[in-house]
């Protein structure tokens, strides 16, 4: 079986065609379109909704997390340039995969595209929902709970609230994300029993954009630096607002939650990133791809990290990091001191950053499907050009059913990291796909080449110094991670995992263990355990009358959760050895150990999910693709 067979960069060029072939794309797109199409689809979720979790995970210090990923995705982004010079076509990594590494990892690379961009527009539309809900909730419209979120979420929510209500707490105390919950299972219309809870809004986003990417390259290139220019004003705004507001006490401790605290909002960090990729899907509607896309991709995530950077200081010194964990951390913080203008200004341009986002994210996919329906890998009809419009018609109306329909049933936590665990899947094979290529003298090269950093001695010198890093400054950490020790599970998760009886035996211990702490915190366990030191709360878990598992991660449960990391471990030694062997560029290489580094941080159960979407996507290849591959019966050479 010819599993690896590979295309030649010349075939893949010679596909392209001039652009005035009727299976052809317009070629509109400069410089200046690239960079603003790159900040419309990175400056979104992101910047309006994630970067609250992650500051009040990592306190200010969550700019080093900034300035980390915006590395890695740099290194990534040198990679995606050099094969978006080498390949100008539509198709991004799936494409490059295909002349690197041969058409079953190319068909792999594919589907994890798909996966990217679909469950990345899934999650910027239920983000976009809540902030367009909220928006014309200040204006007096009123839409239902029900209509406003999906399934999931309000029948979580609904059980948290009642546990937490069965717990001492009143309904008041109860967020508000908690209290939509409660109310639209409550309030929903029922059919046999079953609760009818959709996401409205989500869909009528989605449809609209997906109408719009329809259209034409012309019209959304337009639009996307229409709203790119409507966001950098509002975010310019908020800095210069917000910086007469700092109180730079509120920057110390700069890691309040220690390098750990940092780390828990990788995956928050990193999704603020993702978007800068879905420019090299753009390379045949370029009018000097070889030039223009690596000019837009590092310029774009210059600025964007730039503006995070800013961002986060500017909202950690506003207010305490500990208060940001909220929906929408820039509405917050205005409302919190009183600027109600401010408030709503962000609001409607949060809703202006996620429709740019959506935009670009949905122009990609459609084009990825066109690519791999050009290689024989789908149906013929994935790649048919709209004769007026010249863009791939029926693969962009697939696209909008492929995320508006699951956009009314499934939940932001769900889809958040599985967007991110594809994103950076593609990027280790760019990666690797560089490191190939740079050691084939005989392949063709574009205009546009990583600079060669010869990585026999830097590589494992950086290793080392991690390692030194890792065992000096954080010991204990290191030390129970290799040893596998028991942890406690933290206070906000052992609650919300209590049943009724569970939670009315722990209120009735607390109650007899410090009646008068207990009752200050409002007979509410979750307020007096947050309340309690680390050192009280690992103490008080030993006599709490809960199950074992319960109150602590051991064993096979704690190995578990890092499967992932020893991977990364291996793969690093790994690397290293290949490194000195065959004397590796470093920059792509840093480039893939950084991501791999960051998919190791997103847990176990996403890997698996992605695991399962790809057993999907190779059951699809072995029954249709592999025999209907344009390649089927070419002799390789």
């Known amino acids: 079986m010819q599993l690896f067979r590979k295309k030649l960069v010349e075939q893949v060029n010679a596909a392209d065609g001039d652009g005035h072939s009727p299976s052809s ?23 309006f909704s994630t970067i609250g979790n992650a500051s009040a995970s990592g306190g200010p210090g969550v700019v080093l997390l900034f300035l980390f990923t915006a590395v890695a995705c740099g290194f990534a982004a040198f990679a995606y340039a050099e094969f978006a010079s080498m390949v100008p076509v539509s198709g991004s ?203 837009g991709m590092m310029w774009s995530i210059i600025i964007c990290t730039v503006l995070y950077i800013v961002i986060a200081l500017v909202l950690t010194g506003m207010v305490p990091s500990s208060e940001l964990a909220v929906g929408d951390p820039l509405a917050y913080v205005f409302h919190k001191l ?21 935009l670009v994210f949905q122009l990609g996919q459609p084009r990825i499907w066109m690519s791999m329906s050009r290689d024989g890998l789908l149906p013929k009809k994935f790649s048919s050009v709209h004769p007026r419009f010249r863009t791939p018609g029926f693969a962009t109306i697939m696209t909008g059913f492929m995320v508006g329909v699951p956009t009314l049933f499934m939940n932001i936590g769900m889809v958040t990291d599985l967007c991110s665990i594809g994103t950076l899947f593609a990027f280790v094979l760019v990666c690797g796909g560089v490191l190939r290529l740079q050691h084939n003298p005989d392949a063709p090269r ?71 702490a207990f009752e200050e915190s409002g007979n509410d366990i979750a307020t007096y355990l947050e309340g309690c030191t680390p050192q009280a709360y690992e103490a008080l878990l030993k006599d709490l009358p809960l199950e074992s598992s319960k109150k602590y991660i051991s064993g096979w449960d704690s190995f578990s959760k890092k499967i992932p990391t020893w991977i990364f471990i291996l793969t690093t030694l790994i690397l290293a050895i290949i490194a000195i062997v065959y004397q590796l560029s470093l920059i792509p290489l840093l480039g893939l150990e950084c991501c791999l580094y960051m998919m190791s941080e997103l847990g176990v159960h996403n890997w698996m999910g992605f695991g399962i979407w790809l057993v999907v996507g190779l059951t699809i290849y072995f029954g249709y693709s592999y025999r209907n591959s344009k390649l089927a019966g070419i002799k390789q050479a």
Request: aromatic letters at 12%.
């Open 25 to 47: 794309l317009s070629k509109h797109l400069g410089v200046r379109d690239l960079t603003g199409m790159g900040i419309a689809a990175i400056i979104g979720a992101g910047i």
């Open 93 to 295: 990594a799936y494409t490059y995969s295909y002349v690197a590494f041969g058409e079953l990892v190319a068909w792999i690379m594919g589907w994890a595209l798909i996966m990217e961009y679909a469950i990345g527009n899934i999650t910027v539309a239920i983000s976009w929902s809540d902030y367009f809900t909220e928006m014309i909730r200040r204006m007096g419209v009123n839409i239902p709970d029900w209509m406003t979120m999906d399934y999931f979420s309000a029948h979580d929510g609904f059980n948290q609230a009642t546990t937490l209500l069965s717990s001492g707490k009143q309904f008041d105390q109860l967020s508000d994300s908690l209290k939509a919950c409660f109310h639209a299972w409550s309030g929903a219309p029922q059919l046999a029993g079953f609760h009818i809870v959709l996401d409205i809004p989500a869909l009528i986003i989605i449809t609209l954009v997906t109408m719009l990417v329809y259209r034409g390259i012309r019209e959304s290139r337009n639009a996307s630096n229409v709203m790119v220019a409507i966001k950098l004003i509002v975010v310019l705004l908020v800095i210069a607002v917000g910086v007469f507001y700092v109180n730079t006490d509120n920057w110390n401790p700069f890691l309040p939650n220690g390098i750990s605290g940092v780390l828990k909002g990788v995956s928050a960090v990193f999704f603020a990133y993702i978007g800068f990729d879905a420019l090299s899907t753009t390379a045949e509607e370029c009018k000097n791809p070889q030039r223009d896309l690596p000019r």
């Open 338 to 358: 009183h600027l109600s203008w401010m408030t709503g200004l962000v609001s409607m341009s949060a809703v202006v950053a996620m429709t740019g986002v959506l």
């Open 446 to 516: 574009g205009k546009f080449r990583t600079p060669y950093i010869n990585s026999r001695f830097i590589f494992p010198l950086l290793i080392i110094i991690c390692l030194a890093f890792a065992f000096s400054l954080y010991r204990n950490e290191s030390m129970s991670f290799l040893l596998n020790e028991e942890k406690p599970v933290e206070a906000t998760a052992l609650v919300q995992s209590l049943n009724v009886s569970e939670a009315q035996s722990a209120k009735t211990f607390l109650a007899q263990h410090d009646a008068h």
